[in-house]
Nanobody
Framework: VQLQASGGGLVQAGSSLRLSCAAS????????VGWFRQAPGKEREFVAS????????YYADSVKGRFIISRDRAKNTVYLRMNSLKSEDTAVYYC?????????????????WGQGTQVTVSS
């Protein structure tokens, strides 16, 4: 099972990016997927999650109203649209696949992890 995160880059504050998480080797159409991030010297933190059918989403307070998580079950892909980016959003972003139908905020509930994609926001 592989989760491939992509779409990161270097952008200016206030810009937008869309991250993608493509799964291979296993379908996640019946499972929740989450996005986490880890900044240098900090612990990995929850960003957003989406349920198996896309009807239920959760966001960290720090990104609520700016980030949107969505999924295309047919493509086995989950997206994270990031708007109004701030310098504090700079981190490596990871997508993770859960064995549960609904996402949680804790890393321990996610079984499969992608390699991460770097997002750098310059102020």
């Amino acid at each position: 099972v592989q989760l491939q995160a992509s779409g990161g880059g270097l952008v200016q504050a206030g810009s937008s990016l869309r991250l993608s998480c493509a799964a291979s080797g296993r379908t996640f159409s019946n499972n929740a997927v989450g996005w986490f991030r880890q900044a240098p010297g900090k612990e990995r933190e929850f960003v957003a999650s989406i349920s198996w059918n896309g009807d239920t989403t959760y966001y960290a307070d720090s990104v609520k109203g700016r980030f949107i998580i969505s999924r295309d079950r047919a493509k086995n892909t989950v997206y994270l649209r990031m708007n109004s980016l701030k310098s504090e959003d700079t981190a490596v972003y990871y997508c993770a696949g859960s064995l549960r139908a609904y996402g949680t905020t804790t890393t321990t509930n996610y079984r499969y992890w992608g390699q991460g994609t770097q997002v750098t926001v310059s102020s």
